[in-house]
């Protein structure tokens, strides 16, 4: 932690100054990969590269993301772990994330202002569907398309085409 007057302070505040000249009262910065909430993301991305194996060693970091108060990168972990859950074959870490997001249907994944990977419906639609529940995941499925149509978002739209035809949802 960089407190004002320290010696690393000017440094630690410069990617928040980029825009506006901000003091904020105090910057934290991790000084180790555990202190960062990642499992679920780098599980995920971990298995869209064909590394399950790595992708597993992420599930006790999962487990304790999901059991964290909410917090600006509740809503992006959840829905990573809902995929992360699909993927590995965790239907309750699919229970888990997907009851989590349930009321940010129609709303977008992401971590406070950035980060935005589409409609939180893609995630409960994998969530759905590691859990068994291919008709639940098939409206959400459907919701998470007409929404990134609405928004027009062609890249992520024709990411979800390619994840529903490999899934068959």
């Known amino acids: 932690v960089h407190l004002p007057g320290d010696p690393a302070y000017d440094a630690a505040v410069i990617p928040w100054n980029l825009a506006v000249r901000q003091q904020p009262a105090a ?81 977008v994944c992401a971590a406070g202002s950035g980060n935005a990977s589409g409609p939180v419906d893609v995630w409960l639609a994998l969530g759905a569907l590691g859990m068994g529940d291919r008709e639940r995941a098939s409206r959400h499925a459907e919701d998470a398309a007409r929404l990134m149509e609405e928004w027009q978002v062609p890249l992520a739209a024709q990411w979800w085409r390619d994840q529903r035809d490999r899934l068959s949802v």
Do not use: K, M, N
């Open 27 to 107: 910057v934290a910065t991790p000084t180790t990969a555990a202190e960062v909430a990642d499992h679920a993301i780098t599980a995920a991305l971990y298995w869209r590269a064909g590394q399950a194996e790595r992708a597993r060693t992420r599930l006790p970091g999962i487990r304790e993301e999901l059991a964290q108060p909410s917090w600006w990168f509740s809503t992006i972990v959840r829905c990573f772990a809902a995929e992360a859950g699909l993927a590995l074959g965790e239907p309750e870490l699919c229970r888990t994330a997907y009851e989590l997001l349930t009321p940010f249907a129609g709303c």
